[in-house]
C-alpha cells in the first residue's frame, strides 16, 4: 500500500507542475527580479533590436514577438493559451513570430519596427514541463520606449 501511495503522488506531483506556474511581466522595472536583462537598440529601416539576457539557457525556451491589435494589459498578457493551441482567432493577437536564440552570445534576438513597439511583446515559454513549476514570461516591450539604446 505504501508503494502505491508513493506512486500516486509522484504522478500528481507531475501533473500539477505547470499549475505552479505563473506570469512574470517583464519591465524596466522588474526586470532584475526576474533575473532578465532587456536592451533594445536602433537598427536601419526604422526598427528595433530586441536583445534579452536571462538566467536560464535560452537553448531551452521558446520565444515568440507577439503584436496585438491594441495594447493589452499586463494581467491579460498570459497569451500561453494562444500560443500552444495555435488559435489566435477571437484573441488580441495581430501577429506571432518565433525568435530563435544566437548561439554564441546566447541572447534571444528579434527585430521588430518601431511603430510596432506599443502594442509588442516578447514572450518567452518552457517547451516542456520543468520540475518547479517556472515562470513564463510576457516582456512588455512598450514599457522600453524610454530605454532606447544606439547599441546593446
Same mark, same amino acid.
Given at each position: 500500500?505504501? &508503494?502505491?501511495?508513493?506512486? $500516486?503522488?509522484? +504522478?500528481?506531483?507531475v501533473a500539477s507542475y505547470a499549475t505552479?506556474?505563473?506570469?512574470a511581466h517583464v519591465t524596466p522595472h ?9 536592451? $533594445? ?6 526598427? $528595433? ?6 538566467w536560464f539557457r535560452t537553448s531551452r525556451?521558446?520565444?515568440?514577438? *507577439?503584436?496585438? =491589435?491594441?495594447?493589452?494589459? %499586463?494581467?491579460?498578457? !498570459?497569451?500561453? &493559451?494562444?500560443?500552444?493551441?495555435? &488559435? ?20 534571444? &534576438?528579434?527585430? +521588430?519596427?518601431?511603430? =510596432?513597439?506599443? =502594442?509588442?511583446?516578447?514572450? *518567452?515559454?518552457? %517547451?516542456?514541463?520543468?520540475?518547479? !513549476? !517556472? ?10 520606449? !524610454? ?6
Amino acid at each position: 500500500m505504501m &508503494r502505491f501511495s508513493v506512486l $500516486l503522488f509522484t +504522478l500528481y506531483a507531475v501533473a500539477s507542475y505547470a499549475t505552479w506556474s505563473s506570469l512574470a511581466h517583464v519591465t524596466p522595472h522588474t526586470q532584475e527580479k526576474y533575473k532578465i536583462r532587456v536592451c $533594445l537598440a536602433e537598427v536601419p529601416y526604422d526598427s $528595433l533590436s530586441v536583445e534579452v539576457f536571462a538566467w536560464f539557457r535560452t537553448s531551452r525556451v521558446n520565444a515568440w514577438i *507577439i503584436t496585438t =491589435r491594441e495594447y493589452v494589459q %499586463p494581467s491579460a498578457q !498570459g497569451f500561453r &493559451r494562444y500560443i500552444w493551441s495555435d &488559435r489566435i482567432d477571437e484573441s488580441p493577437i495581430e501577429s506571432i513570430e518565433s525568435v530563435e536564440y544566437d548561439e554564441v552570445l546566447n541572447p534571444l &534576438r528579434a527585430y +521588430l519596427s518601431k511603430s =510596432r513597439l506599443p =502594442r509588442s511583446y516578447l514572450y *518567452i515559454d518552457w %517547451p516542456t514541463t520543468v520540475a518547479d !513549476g !517556472g515562470n513564463y514570461y510576457s516582456v512588455d516591450l512598450s514599457t522600453y520606449a !524610454g530605454h532606447i539604446k544606439s547599441e546593446c
